[in-house]
């Protein structure tokens, strides 16, 4: 399917936004404070995803910069276009990945320290399953970071060039 990747994106950010609108309503005390800074290409991009999946994704990146990172933090959203390809990426300020574990985030139930990864909750299978989605729709995910100072996280998309023929008339 055809998709609007700026939609998708804002779409899962929002919702981002919206956790912490709600929390802090409530006045619940457990969640972290992070601020979302967007940085999209005005151009529309469009990729053959699927978006249910490709929600997950962004969402498993979003959780985890979320998670592993201070109170207060920036994340910061960005979608850009090259020659052919889009690349989206989120930027933490978080706590970052050691050098020699860089090769193994994305395997399964990999987790960075066990006992660093052990006070916030998780499996080992976000990155993972991401990969296997991202792959599976010809793109590529990796990931650039300096421990203490943060990680950014990318994946790039072949894009198409318009947006698709609405079909509600045919056949
Ligand atoms: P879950 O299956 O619930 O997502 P998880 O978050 O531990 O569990 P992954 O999302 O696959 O699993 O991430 C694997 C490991 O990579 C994490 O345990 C963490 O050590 C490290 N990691 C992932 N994202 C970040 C990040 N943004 N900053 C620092 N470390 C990260
Ligand atoms: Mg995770």
């Given at each position: 399917?055809v998709?609007?990747?700026?939609?998708?994106?804002?779409?899962?950010?929002?919702?981002?936004?919206?956790?912490?609108?709600?929390d802090?309503?409530?006045?619940?005390?457990?969640?972290?404070?992070?601020?979302?800074?967007?940085?999209?290409?005005?151009?529309?991009?469009?990729?053959?995803?699927?978006?249910?999946?490709?929600?997950?994704?962004?969402?498993?990146?979003?959780?985890?910069?979320?998670?592993?990172?201070?109170?207060?933090?920036?994340?910061?959203?960005?979608?850009?276009?090259?020659?052919?390809?889009?690349?989206?990426?989120?930027?933490?300020?978080?706590?970052?990945?050691?050098?020699?574990?860089?090769?193994?985030?994305?395997?399964?139930?990999?987790r960075?320290?066990?006992?660093?990864?052990?006070?916030?909750?998780?499996?080992?299978?976000?990155?993972?399953?991401?990969?296997?989605?991202?792959?599976?729709?010809?793109?590529r995910?990796?990931v650039?970071?300096?421990?203490?100072?943060?990680?950014?996280?990318?994946?790039?998309?072949?894009?198409?060039?318009?947006?698709?023929?609405?079909?509600?008339?045919?056949?």
């Amino acid at each position: 399917e055809v998709i609007n990747l700026n939609s998708l994106f804002n779409f899962v950010l929002n919702r981002f936004d919206m956790i912490l609108e709600s929390d802090a309503k409530n006045e619940n005390t457990i969640t972290k404070n992070y601020n979302i800074l967007r940085e999209f290409t005005k151009e529309d991009v469009w990729v053959e995803v699927d978006p249910d999946k490709f929600t997950q994704v962004l969402d498993n990146i979003m959780n985890n910069a979320v998670k592993y990172s201070p109170d207060g933090g920036t994340i910061t959203a960005r979608l850009i276009k090259t020659k052919t390809r889009a690349i989206l990426s989120i930027s933490d300020q978080g706590l970052g990945i050691p050098r020699k574990d860089l090769d193994n985030i994305f395997n399964r139930f990999f987790r960075v320290d066990k006992s660093r990864s052990r006070a916030q909750g998780g499996t080992g299978l976000g990155l993972a399953i991401s990969k296997e989605v991202v792959e599976k729709f010809n793109g590529r995910i990796w990931v650039d970071s300096v421990e203490n100072k943060g990680s950014t996280f990318y994946i790039s998309l072949a894009y198409v060039d318009e947006e698709p023929e609405d079909d509600w008339d045919a056949e």
